[in-house]
């Protein structure tokens, strides 16, 4: 899974509308865009519309595009925050980073990997700041308002930050997995021999550890595993 980061920079005569206070971030706030546009049109229209309404990261299935830099606020949470309001230095729009996740109104793959995007890439802000899965809050958190819609809907709010926790941790390499799907099926002896060839001549080298020829004569090796495996004995 990947994307390209881009940056499409607000003018600066547009701060005092769109974001108007400098801002030490200490929280990231997920949304729904409930719209079927991709990225670059999110962000074209928060240049070109005089609402104050602003985020400052939109994510697709391709792109990840920053508008507003992080040290400024924006508009995105509906709690208000601004001259008036006695408690602005506690709200969202004046704590967090607002990522709006593409394509949410009508979902499907997609909507899919424009999701998984953003948990790669709100997993890369949490390691750039030093911060733990407790910095990121739904939009919802801090007005009530039902965002990010489709996460609510399908009741996956937990699972996302899980992700988001999984995609912080480096990849173990090296080890063998414990997922149990997928087992690699042979139907023929040649096939899983050559296979079992390919592992053991890898292991002999010492390119892979030897508990994959144990996972694989214990016949619990996946196709996935052997994927990764494939790659790490390409690589090495
Ligand atoms: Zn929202």
Request: net charge positive; proline share 4%; charged share 25%.
């Amino acid at each position: 899974m990947s994307y390209i980061f881009k940056q499409t920079l607000l003018p600066s005569n547009k701060y005092s509308l769109k974001a108007p206070y400098t801002m030490a971030p200490q929280f990231i706030t997920v949304h729904n865009t409930a719209n079927d546009a991709p990225a670059a049109n999110e962000i074209s229209f928060l240049h070109s519309n005089n609402n104050q309404v602003s985020y400052h990261v939109a994510i697709d299935d391709k792109e990840v595009i920053q508008a507003i830099p992080f040290n400024r606020n924006a508009w995105h949470c509906g709690d208000g925050g601004g001259d008036k309001d006695p408690n602005a230095l506690k709200k969202g729009n004046r704590l967090s980073i607002g990522i709006e996740i593409c394509y949410s109104k009508s979902g499907g793959a997609r909507y899919g990997v424009a999701e998984e995007n953003a948990v790669q890439y709100i997993a890369k802000l949490l390691k750039q700041f030093g911060w733990g899965i407790e910095r990121v809050k739904k939009h919802q958190d801090w007005n009530g308002k039902y965002c990010p819609h489709r996460i609510l809907a399908e009741n996956r709010w937990n699972s996302f930050l899980k992700r988001i926790e999984k995609a912080m941790k480096p990849m173990e390499i090296g080890k063998p997995t414990e997922k149990d799907e997928d087992i690699m099926k042979f139907t023929n002896s040649t096939t899983k021999e050559a296979v079992r060839d390919y592992i053991k001549q890898a292991v002999d080298k010492g390119r892979i550890d030897k508990s994959w020829l144990d996972k694989f004569d214990a016949g619990t090796l996946t196709t996935g595993d052997f994927e990764g495996l494939k790659i790490i004995i390409s690589q090495r």
